[in-house]
């Protein structure tokens, strides 16, 4: 498997409030995508950070990767109550061969 | 723009009976298509993978098959369904490796 950590499972916060979800990775990778999905639909890309990066960012979204640990961290600057949904993260297996990995998936709810 | 459809948008079959799914991609020419299965509450499991036409590798083994016809086409099939093949398929596709995963609505399956 290529996950290590479990990513948290159920999260609940306060709207307004800053949250931060992380996941780790066993196996060396060249990008971690972050996902979101929406209860009954596809997941959408939301943010998108490379091995030579250390954080990106993208409106309330911050996104880092420390790939000396393996490990990725997707924050929400003043969560709100449309920031509801699931978010996994995902890496490629770096082997060319088309193989997407999702982590467990942080269930985000946030109440207003 | 690109589109991609899936259909049907729900089923629900009795074990044993057959299965086929769909995938129609839009707009883009010779993606890299894939198939996705998503046990309720769970994570993204990747079935198949197609970086052309005729070409399909497995990433799983869950008595599963798919087929790439055409360019744009997924099809997901089997001849007899299993109880454990409930879930939501989703068909997702990207311009190369490590990029962006667009995905469909997907399907929801229940094995009754």
């Known amino acids: 498997s290529q996950w290590g950590e479990e990513n948290l499972q159920a999260l609940s916060i306060q709207e307004g409030e800053d949250v931060t979800m992380n996941c780790s990775y066993k196996?060396?990778?060249?990008?971690v995508h972050w996902y979101r999905q929406d209860s009954g639909r596809g997941p959408a890309l939301i943010i998108l950070i490379r091995s030579n990066e250390r954080e990106k960012r993208s409106g309330r979204l911050r996104a880092t990767l420390d790939t000396s640990s393996q490990s990725s961290s997707l924050s929400i600057t003043a969560a709100q109550c449309e920031d509801t949904a699931v978010y996994f993260c995902a890496t490629d297996d770096a082997t060319g061969y088309q193989n997407f990995y999702f982590g467990k998936g942080t269930s985000l709810t946030v109440i207003p | 723009a690109q589109t991609i459809h899936q259909w049907p948008v729900a089923e629900i079959k009795a074990v044993g009976s057959p299965l086929s799914l769909g995938c129609t991609i839009k707009?883009?020419?010779?993606?890299?298509l894939y198939w996705y299965w998503q046990a309720t509450g769970g994570t993204l499991q990747q079935l198949f993978y197609?970086?052309?036409?005729?070409?399909v590798e497995s990433v799983v083994q869950l008595n599963l098959s798919a087929s790439r016809p055409k360019d744009d086409q997924f099809i997901l099939s089997t001849e007899k369904l299993l109880l454990s093949h409930s879930g939501f398929y989703l068909c997702a596709w990207s311009l190369t490796s490590a990029e962006t995963l667009y995905f469909g609505s997907g399907t929801r399956l229940t094995v009754l």
């Open positions: 197609s970086i052309t036409v005729g070409q």
């Open positions: 196996t060396y990778t060249t990008v």
């Open positions: 707009g883009k020419s010779s993606p890299n």
